[in-house]
């Protein structure tokens, strides 16, 4: 159940993340046209946020079911849960602060979310990767998957949005599949 809850919670994360949350982000540029979205859309803006929330939570679930499936592996779960207090430290923070807080808030909370939460999440699926007994095609393919996770933490880490947005298409598009495999792969 958690790959598939896991595979679920993210995929409305993206939708939510594309459709609520983008005009908010540094993608979308200027500081004050996000405050003022921010403003305008505050229950849209804290649900948004809600929902990664969520999806954090099942993407630890669904790493320590995939540990217990491949055996061994423990440091892959410490080292999601330092992701996943960074993640909703910063997201709590999105929440909280709103656009009266905005401008002070938010330069180290899409740090904390997109560089060191992701960064942890990435490092964690790699650890996991490697305790996985995978065919070559199926390495080559979490090779690319945990690829455009590090890339999301190297935009997130040095503030270039672009590289941020379009490494985050990358990986959700293949994660998401990625946890209904590993469902498949381990009844």
Known sequence: M?????????????????????PGTPLAGDLAERERYVREHVFAWRAGWATWMVAAATLVWCYAWWR????????AIAIALVGIAFDWSAETA???????RYSAIAPAAFFMTGAIANGAYTAAGIVLTF?????????????LMWSAGLSVSFG???????????AT???????????VWLRRRFP
């Open 68 to 75: 217990r499936r491949v055996g061994g592996a423990h440091v």
């Open 131 to 143: 305790a996985t007994p995978l065919t070559p095609r199926s390495r080559a393919y979490a090779a």
């Open 2 to 22: 958690a790959p598939l809850a896991c595979a679920a919670a993210n995929l409305l994360a993206v939708i939510m993340l594309a459709l609520v949350l983008a």
């Open 156 to 166: 997130a880490l040095f503030d270039i949005p672009v590289i941020t947005a379009l």
């Open 94 to 100: 999105l929440i909280v602060g709103g656009a009266e």
């Open 169 to 179: 298409a990358e990986l959700f598009a293949l994660f998401i599949p990625w946890c």
